[in-house]
């Protein structure tokens, strides 16, 4: 069965491979070093040429893919956006474990249906995660909890 383009998911991954263009465009004027010795332009470089080769892979992907019957479905995007804030906004008030349930918790109300537990559980492990990699592995000035 032939399938029509998805031009609207195709149009999106041209513009992340335009977005990872740039980066690699504005990155390459920094001094590049080496893998030893990175300098000032290998991360940007790297990172964009990343962001242009999984573009390319999804729009491999998404090129005949079936259409979507809703065009623009906003809870997804608010809901992400919101989580991301409150990230923000509560890891220097209330610390990383309470940022990282939060952000956590308003993302996942994103899908339909939404699992609690699932949320909780991601949440929870997630903060053992964070505390374990960033305050105790970096040493990342920033407390686990505060009140």
């Known amino acids: 069965m032939l399938r029509s383009i998805n031009w609207l998911q195709v149009g999106a991954a041209i513009l992340i491979a335009l977005l990872g263009a740039y980066v690699v465009w504005q990155g390459s004027e920094y001094p590049m070093g080496s893998l030893r010795r990175m300098g000032p332009g290998f ?5 964009g040429s990343v962001l242009v ?6 729009m491999l992907e ?6 979507e019957t809703a065009f623009w479905v ?3 995007l608010l809901m992400i956006c919101a989580g991301f804030i409150a990230f923000a906004a509560l890891l220097e008030r209330f610390g990383l474990v309470p940022a990282t349930m939060a952000m956590v918790l308003l993302v996942s109300c ?3 249906p939404v699992r609690p537990l699932t949320a909780l559980g991601t949440g ?10 960033f305050i105790y592995g970096f040493s990342i000035p920033v407390p686990a909890f505060q009140w």
């Open 124 to 133: 929870i492990g997630l903060s053992v995660v964070g505390v374990l990699l």
């Open 43 to 47: 991360f940007p470089v790297m990172l």
């Open 74 to 76: 906003p809870r997804p």
């Open 62 to 67: 998404v090129l005949h893919s079936e259409k």
């Open 53 to 58: 080769a999984l573009a390319l892979l999804l």
């Open 110 to 112: 994103a899908e339909k």
